[in-house]
């Protein structure tokens, strides 16, 4: 196999387990009655990948990666903006981190 076909292999797991994880998250979150959105906001990049919404008003924005990768420049600009307005945004790299911090 050539040196890209296996880079190439490789980029398609990751992505893969980013996406695994995130829809792990949330069908949890779903099936504990909570509601989640896809954030695709059309000319606005950077925006974090899902809004979970819960009881009480309570909206938790977080942003999905692959395990040990960290925010874009852009993508932290627009978390510290949300934070600076009181919003709750996490970056998470695993199932298990993001259900701690939606069962809180």
């Known amino acids: 196999m050539s040196v890209f076909k296996a880079q ?8 893969r387990l980013e996406s695994e ?4 998250v949330v069908d949890w979150w779903q099936r504990q009655g909570g509601m ?3 954030l695709n906001v059309i000319g606005r990049k ?11 008003g309570r ?5 999905f990666k692959r395990p040990a990768e960290k925010s874009r420049a852009l ?8 934070k600076s307005r ?19």
Not at 46 to 56: Q, T
Not at 75 to 82: C, E, P, T, V
Not at 86 to 104: E, H, M, P, R, T
């Open 8 to 15: 190439n292999r490789a980029m398609r797991v990751l992505n």
């Open 86 to 104: 009181g919003f709750q945004v996490y970056v998470c790299d695993n199932a298990g981190d993001a259900k701690k911090i939606l069962g809180s």
């Open 75 to 82: 993508q932290a600009h627009i978390h510290k903006l949300l």
């Open 59 to 63: 909206a938790i924005f977080i942003e």
């Open 36 to 38: 989640v959105l896809k």
């Open 46 to 56: 950077g925006w974090p990948d899902r809004m979970f919404l819960d009881y009480g």
């Open 21 to 24: 994880i995130e829809q792990s």
